[in-house]
Nanobody
Framework: QVQLVESGGGLVQAGGSLRLSCAASGHTDSYYAMGWFRRAPGKEREFVSLINKDGDYTLYTDSVKGRFTISRDNAKNTVYLQMNSLKPDDSAVYYC????????????????WGQGTQVTVSS
């Protein structure tokens, strides 16, 4: 089992920044890949970003490239999402996810999800 706990969401004005954190605990083999997804009201869940265990491979959806940065601290079993230049379209519940493979996590094929943290960007 893997437990994921997110923090760091909130309300911010357009152009502002937030940093999300996700602390993982449990079977470490299950979170070689860690990442973030989001779901806005009335929309499907959307992949945002992922990172491998060594931190030397990252992937982003096009809409956040150049604005969001994913990183991880393996000593703390924590993954971060630094979000800059936020836009109202970034408003969503953000979910942390973990999985044993990058390809699986990219498709959202994992049983390990956090409870979600709300990000609201006002215009």
């Amino acid at each position: 089992q893997v437990q994921l706990v997110e923090s760091g969401g909130g309300l911010v004005q357009a152009g502002g920044s937030l940093r999300l954190s996700c602390a993982a605990s449990g079977h470490t083999d299950s979170y070689y890949a860690m990442g973030w997804f989001r779901r806005a009201p009335g929309k499907e869940r959307e992949f945002v970003s992922l990172i491998n265990k060594d931190g030397d491979y990252t992937l982003y959806t096009d809409s956040v490239k150049g604005r969001f940065t994913i990183s991880r601290d393996n000593a703390k079993n924590t993954v971060y999402l630094q979000m800059n230049s936020l836009k109202p379209d970034d408003s969503a519940v953000y979910y942390c996810a973990a999985g044993p493979t990058l390809s699986g996590l990219r498709r959202g094929r994992t049983d390990y999800w956090g409870q979600g943290t709300q990000v609201t960007v006002s215009s």
